[in-house]
């Protein structure tokens, strides 16, 4: 018997409890990994050879921090107004709401990483302009990635 052939654009029926579990579960994926991330940026400041890097780039380091707790209180968020706002609920609102806080979360967390790159380049290698060129490369890369890839693929699945 022949199979037909699968669309990859094709939805599949998913109940708003289902989507809503899988939103929420998708955040707290992500926290773990920004969390050790902001912990290794808190040690560093405690770390013998802190003091020999550049002013820049303490002033870099601390804007990264800021970011990535920023991007924690984002990420953390979908959870907290789910219980808060709509205990119990699964809504087209929590859908929105936490869809936008996880995405929200995206460009500071995209940010506090290509600081902490730059950060770290200009450590390794004291050149202001090898730094910066690798940290916008990075930043291109995660733009690419987290936005303008998944964008087109939504405008080609409307067509």
């Given at each position: 018997m022949?199979t ?7 939805p ?14 998708e955040?707290?994926?992500?926290l773990p990994?920004?969390q050790?991330?902001?912990?290794f940026?808190m040690?560093?400041?405690f770390?013998?050879r802190?003091?020999?890097l ?11 921090l800021?970011l990535?707790?920023l991007?924690?209180a984002?990420?953390?968020a979908?959870?907290?107004y789910?219980r808060?706002?709509?205990?119990g ?7 929105r ?8 979360a995206?460009?500071?967390?995209m940010l506090g990483?290509?600081l ?7 450590f ?9 060129a ?7 890369v995660?733009?690419s ?5 998944p ?9």
């Amino acid at each position: 018997m022949p199979t037909k052939p699968m669309d990859d654009r094709a939805p599949e029926s998913e109940s708003l409890k289902e989507e809503a579990a899988h939103i929420i579960e998708e955040a707290r994926m992500v926290l773990p990994g920004i969390q050790a991330l902001f912990g290794f940026q808190m040690i560093a400041v405690f770390n013998q050879r802190y003091v020999e890097l550049p002013p820049i780039g303490n002033i870099f380091h601390l804007a990264s921090l800021i970011l990535i707790a920023l991007a924690i209180a984002l990420i953390m968020a979908p959870a907290s107004y789910h219980r808060l706002a709509e205990p119990g609920l699964a809504s087209r609102r929590l859908i929105r709401v936490t869809s936008r806080l996880i995405c929200a979360a995206m460009i500071p967390l995209m940010l506090g990483l290509m600081l902490d790159i730059f950060v770290v380049c200009l450590f390794m290698t004291a050149n202001l302009y090898l730094s910066m060129a690798l940290a916008l490369s990075l930043l291109c890369v995660f733009i690419s990635a987290w936005f303008v890839f998944p964008l087109t693929v939504r405008r080609w699945n409307r067509k």
